[in-house]
């Protein structure tokens, strides 16, 4: 298996609910990213992992929270959410050194709908 | 300044003409510039991209146009076919930053068969 795996594809939770969502690249890349994807709106930048250590946390709210084990697997922990938190959650993986730049590679999404 | 202002929202293009879509930005720091295509129930795949010491670069029937001193580029996808449509999304990343890309909002081109 090539890339980068996200699952499950599809996700429907109430706000009470305790969901996890799971990225795998299988790319040896270094850096791993969440995005958030509404409708009309650029790609939102949630997090940023660099060899396992996270890099950038763009003020996300702490009912989202990331799991890095591994330079391989990235995790999304989700917890009491609100509606507007139904979005396609994308992750991506990148080879990145100081001065270089690398594009990212994107897995194919997980849509949550928050009912 | 951290902002990639892309244009037209959508596009609708006949079979075998030209399609357009530009960006502009703000922070000169920015030194690479992709554009992905996403099609329905998939995540951006990277299309094409260009660093700033190039004022164009193509690869098939892509071909990104830049414009330094404008602080522009644009994607022309020349003889556009039904199977190009999807959206397409500008992105603009500073190495010299914290691995951080800034995405345009997108553009949803259909091409009419």
């Known amino acids: 298996e090539t890339g980068v795996t996200q699952t499950p594809r599809h996700l429907v939770m109430g706000m009470t609910n305790k969901k996890s969502l799971k990225c795998e690249q299988h790319?040896?890349?270094?850096?791993m990213y969440w995005y958030k994807q509404s409708a009309k709106k650029p790609l939102e930048l949630m997090f940023v992992y660099n060899f396992k250590e996270q890099t950038e946390n763009n003020s996300v709210p702490s009912r989202f929270s990331p799991e890095c084990p591994n330079s391989s697997h990235l995790f999304l922990h989700l917890h009491t959410l609100q509606p507007e938190d139904s979005a396609l959650y994308l992750c991506?993986?990148?080879?990145?050194?100081?001065?270089?730049?690398?594009?990212?590679?994107f897995g194919n999404g997980t849509r949550l709908t928050v009912t | 300044q951290q902002q990639v202002k892309q244009s037209p929202q959508s596009l609708i293009v006949q079979k075998g003409g030209i399609s357009i879509i530009n960006c502009a930005y703000e922070?000169?720091?920015?030194?690479?510039f992709p554009w992905y295509q996403q099609f329905p129930g998939k995540g951006p795949a990277l299309l094409i991209a260009i660093r700033p010491d190039v004022s164009e670069k193509k690869e098939g029937r892509f071909t990104i146009s830049f414009n330094k001193s404008a602080k522009q580029f644009s994607l022309h996808i020349m003889d556009s076919q039904p199977g190009d449509s999807a959206t397409y999304f500008c992105a603009a990343r500073s190495s010299s930053g914290t691995y951080k890309y800034i995405f345009g909002t997108g553009t949803r081109l259909k091409v009419l068969a």
């Open positions: 991506a993986s990148s080879q990145d050194s100081p001065g270089s730049g690398s594009p990212l590679h």
């Open positions: 790319l040896g890349h270094n850096a």
């Open positions: 922070n000169t720091a920015f030194d690479y």
